[in-house]
């Protein structure tokens, strides 16, 4: 069992800058990867990025150069920052963790409510 619990969305101008974070307990020991994903309404919830072994990272094409992932091994807590906010990174953001093969919520279908982002034009 995993507990991830997501922090740091609001409300910013176009432009602007959010540091999301998303603390991570439980069976820690197994987690090998992390995620962040987005689901703005009436869209399909899409993946932003991921950090593999704490080290290599992907992700999307509409975040690159602007979005950067993180971990921090001593607090157990994956960031994604995000700079030079546009209205279309509206989202609710989600975190997720890969035990072995398996994603957490990504294999279950059970997402939590996420840190809503509200990017204002």
């Known amino acids: 069992q995993v507990q991830l619990v997501e922090s740091g969305g609001g409300l910013v101008q176009a432009g602007g800058s959010l540091r999301l974070s998303c603390a991570f307990s439980?069976?820690?020991?197994?987690?090998?990867?992390m995620a962040w994903h987005r689901q703005a309404p009436g869209k399909q919830r899409e993946l932003v990025a991921a950090?593999?072994?704490?080290?290599?990272?992907n992700y999307a094409d509409s975040v690159k150069g602007r979005f950067t992932i993180s971990r921090d091994r001593a607090k157990n807590t994956v960031y994604l920052q995000m700079n030079s906010l546009k209205p279309e990174d509206t989202a609710a953001y989600y975190c997720?963790?890969?035990?072995?093969?398996?994603?957490?919520?990504?294999?279950?279908?059970?997402w939590g409510q996420g840190t809503q982002v509200t990017v204002s034009s």
């Open positions: 997720d963790v890969r035990l072995g093969s398996a994603w957490y919520r990504g294999d279950s279908g059970s």
């Open positions: 439980g069976r820690i020991f197994s987690i090998n990867a």
């Open positions: 950090i593999l072994g704490g080290t290599v990272t």
